[in-house]
């Protein structure tokens, strides 16, 4: 026979949640109390064998369903403003030809003013991809060759303005963060094609996704010192996958 | 380089950065798969739940609170959701008669899988409510408030579920010769 008081007590044992008295008043119970020690010990095996169970791997195709199926317009607010009631195809074609004009017009305002033809935009013209296959890889710019995905990168002086520039060419999505250790902010960024493209930047820290091919100029902070260079990541599938730093040339 | 953390992906999520989740779903998804394959015994169940799951979250993020961790919310969620595919599937089949070996004597040895096969099995004989308190407890090492909190109900209530829950899987261990007295 087992006092419900300290059955009671061995499962708040069992659970870190008992005060040292209770715990000497059971410990002189159990050992007066052969039947209640057997009870104890059981209970302790019932928990090892639940905790000794194994983490199961999810299935590997759980993870594309979950993002497949999530119902991305409930935070892409740019793309709900494009939505419009029910009007006839002559109505609805004026109105997409409307917002691709403003569209449009944004983003000539947008990077016009950030990379001024004359500036950035034009002297980074022999980084990009067409010129880059011709002309192979120079001294300064570090490799990336992964099974998955291949490309460069490079950090250089462009006027006042330290430029990153990284084109990637793969398959899926690869998890891209670059991070300055000096602390350098990142003040702009552009992408060479493509216009899905999130982005955020926090300190010295850039991180967005990457998908197919793609080049990409992030511009950082002309005033900080950058002596440490741009460390670049890439994950793929959760997994740090290329890591390395991008010298200041 | 420091990786974000749950509370920047989900802040990136509210501003759009949908690809972002994916991180999460990483992080994630094998213990949530395994909480739910704990409380269903299915694969392909555990497997919607979990899909639901971070749907749900996915959907809610906005009403997430930061002062408690984002991992609990979404393991609250996972439970949830299985406790309702139980009663949903309760409702539409009645469920297998549960498997309960005979006495089995101490010469009786149960390999690792057989092992494991008789715990899944004693789980399912409990009732799904108490299931979930041992799931919250000894997978994930929930304390007695955070469950209340996650289960809704009080701590009276989690002490007394986990206290039967525990003694109910002693009793069929011992019938399963899982644990075997000298």
Known sequence: MIDD?????????????????EKTALDQYLAGNAE???????????????????????????????????????????????????????????????????????????????????????????????????QGLSGSQLAIDLPQVRGFAQLEQRGEARILSLYLDGEGTVEVTAFNPDGATMRHFAQEQGADLQLSSQGGKVHFFHQGRNQYILSFDSESRMEKGVELTLHLDGKVAFRQTVPVN | MTELTDLEIVEQCLDGNIRVFGVLVDR??????????????????????????????????????????????????????????????????????????????PEDFLGENERKENLQQALMQLKPDYRAVIVLRHFEQHSYQEMGEMLNIPEKTVKSRLFSARQLLREILIKNGVIVHD
């Open chain 1, 5 to 21: 008081k300290y059955l009671a007590l061995m499962h708040q044992e069992l659970d870190g949640e008992i005060t040292s008295a």
């Open chain 2, 28 to 105: 994630y998804q094998n213990v949530l798969f395994t909480a739910a394959l704990r409380m269903v015994n299915d694969r392909q169940d555990a497997e919607d739940i979990v899909q639901t799951a971070f749907t749900k979250a996915f959907e809610k993020l906005e009403n997430y609170n930061a002062k408690y961790k984002f991992f609990s919310w979404l393991y609250r969620i996972t439970i949830n959701e299985s406790l309702n595919f139980i009663k949903r599937r309760k409702r539409q089949e009645p469920l297998d008669e549960p498997v309960v070996s005979g006495q089995q004597s």
């Open chain 1, 36 to 134: 209640a020690a057997q009870y104890y010990k059981d209970l302790k095996a019932v928990i090892s064998n639940l905790e000794e169970m194994p983490l199961e791997a999810a299935p590997s195709g759980l993870k594309d369903k979950i993002m497949d199926g999530l119902p991305v317009e409930t935070y892409q607010k740019a793309d709900n403003e494009l939505k419009m009631p029910a009007a006839s195809d002559i109505w609805r074609t004026g109105w997409v030809f409307a917002a691709g004009l403003a569209a449009g017009l944004f983003a000539w305002g947008v990077f016009g003013n950030l990379f001024p033809v004359d500036d950035r935009n034009r002297q980074l013209q022999g980084n990009l991809p067409g010129a880059q296959a011709e």
